[in-house]
């Protein structure tokens, strides 16, 4: 019998469910590592840790997610409950071994129903053979019956006596009514929270990706930034489109960030071997080719009062069809 989640990144129950999903909507939506990264807060390697299942995402990284991948993020954030809700769950016990039932008890020895049983001599006084052992047909009413210790039982439930068809009847039913309200509570306890807080996110709006309110603290800036990757000097963070073209269905875009005052170039839903190549004014240039899925990135050239982003020419080719494509139009030459 399954017991849950076997691997962190597939089989059983929520969690698999939720990486097995996010892998669904990324090979669909032809979304690479390195795309999701351009497009999102987070890095390649932290990607990788998401959908591999290595990592529980964040709902702010499904919903960004789902932005990247133009996708309803609700279906995911459903799945990101349901995980978290599982992980924290305790280990419930059976309900039926904390419903105590009469069947259960121990009988008593014989010693003791015979101690128990009254003996002709201990009826009283005032007992008649008549009484202690039964009316018989046609006798009258009996007086008062004997109380006290040495007092007999009615028929059918003294000890050691069998108790009535009906009696075991209800007796089972109430042990059984009694295992499930206590099984409805131990629900109720652990699934109540996890409910609680699905209804209290679905009430608010998705909250929308953070961005940095303050300056962005980047690792380099204009001619330091010169060859460097900008995903490493955080300069992703307020880049910009500033030149797109397409080619083949292939858009080529020169990447701009203010804070690095540096640029990029980058291609998107290319094929393996196509390639980016960006060039600047003064003849410093870097290329890049796609090796694995449909995207990827140049490293950086400087952009500068004298030397503006406008200067910086791109260009994407597809050497399979010995086309290019370049903007501001014009190939670039070695």
Known sequence: MAGGPQEPGGGEGPRGDLFAEMRRIKDASRLSYNRLAAKTHYSRSSWERFLNGKQVPSRITIEEFAAAA???????????????????????????????????????????????????????????????????????????????????????????????????????????????????????????????????????????????SAPVKVGCKSDTCLLREPQAEDCQWDAKTVRQTFLRGMSIQLRYSEACQAVWGRIENGDIGDTVVIRDKRGSSDEAKIRMEHDTYTRMLAASPDATWETITVCGAIPSQKEQECSPLGAIRP
């Open 70 to 212: 133009r996708t309803d993020p609700e279906p995911l954030l459903a799945l990101l409950d349901r995980a978290v809700a599982r992980d924290e769950a305790p280990a419930k016990e059976p309900a039926s071994t904390s419903a105590a039932t009469p069947a259960s008890m121990p009988a008593p020895s014989s010693a003791a129903r015979t101690a128990e049983r009254p003996t002709p001599g201990e009826a009283g006084p005032s007992a008649s053979p008549t009484v202690a052992q039964g009316m018989a047909p046609g006798a009258s009413a009996p007086g008062p019956r004997p109380s006290g210790p040495g007092a007999p039982e009615p028929e059918g439930v003294g000890p050691g006596r069998p108790s009535p068809p009906w009696f075991r009847a209800l007796r089972s039913a109430a042990g059984i009514l009694a295992g499930a309200l206590l099984g409805s509570l131990v629900t109720l306890l652990v699934i109540e929270p996890a409910g609680a807080d699905d209804a209290a996110a679905k009430a608010s709006p998705p909250a929308a990706p953070a961005r940095p």
